[in-house]
């Protein structure tokens, strides 16, 4: 069975990266529904801006702009 885990503190997303599992966090799954189609460019901006506070802010940023990439913004 493939699994991909969803964690978005760092010292666990770490750990399990270690231990060989796929690891992603929400910001990441966020681009992925994204580049997927099922929600759009302004709602996957909202929902990272929304993340503020509970994800470091380089990684929220970092996310926006593979969005903003990939629609040649």
């Not at 929400?26 to 801006?49: H, P, Q, R």
């Not at 506070?53 to 380089?58: A, D, M, P, Q, T």
Request: no cysteine; aromatic share 6%; hydrophobic share 45%.
């Amino acid at each position: 069975m493939k699994m991909i885990l969803l964690i978005d503190n760092g010292s666990p997303h770490e750990y399990a990266k270690k231990q060989g599992f796929n690891v992603v966090n929400s910001a990441a799954f966020i681009v992925f529904l994204t580049f997927e189609g099922k929600i759009n460019v302004t709602e996957a901006k909202a929902k990272l801006s929304s993340l503020k506070g509970l994800l470091r802010e380089s990684i929220i940023k970092e996310n926006i702009r593979l969005i903003e990439l990939s629609r040649g913004e």
